[in-house]
């Protein structure tokens, strides 16, 4: 789940998502996020917002329900992109990992 207000209006959201999938799925759905923030909310076009802060919310779970990162609060609007690209990668990694224990006791 990825929540996020629009710079400088904390009370505007801007994104709303919560998707399930696989880990390769959800890893790619985070990192074209990332780049749609770059995008829409950095880009040329975005007319300053990204000196504002936005209300950042992003929960992702694994398939048994553990959490596997939780952000909340505020963040400078330019850190989004890259905050959402840290979440895919760890999501990328914890997913080769569990795979390598497997194949290992198997």
């Not at 998707?19 to 959800?26: D, I, L, V």
């Not at 975005?46 to 992702?60: D, I, Q």
């Not at 596997?68 to 990992?97: C, H, K, W």
Request: hydrophobic fraction near 40%.
């Amino acid at each position: 789940m990825v929540e996020i207000s629009l710079p400088g209006r904390l009370e505007e959201r801007w994104w709303r998502v919560s998707n399930s999938g696989t880990p390769a799925q959800t890893a790619a759905a985070l990192s074209e996020l990332a780049t749609r923030i770059y995008r829409d909310l950095l880009g040329p076009g975005a007319g300053g917002l990204h000196r504002g802060r936005c209300w950042y919310h992003c929960l992702v779970c694994g398939p048994d329900g553990a959490v596997i990162d939780e952000v909340e609060g505020l963040v400078q609007a330019f850190l989004l992109s890259g905050e959402l690209r840290t979440v895919s990668a760890t999501i990328t990694a914890r997913a080769r990992r569990l795979r390598a224990r497997r194949r290992d006791r198997g």
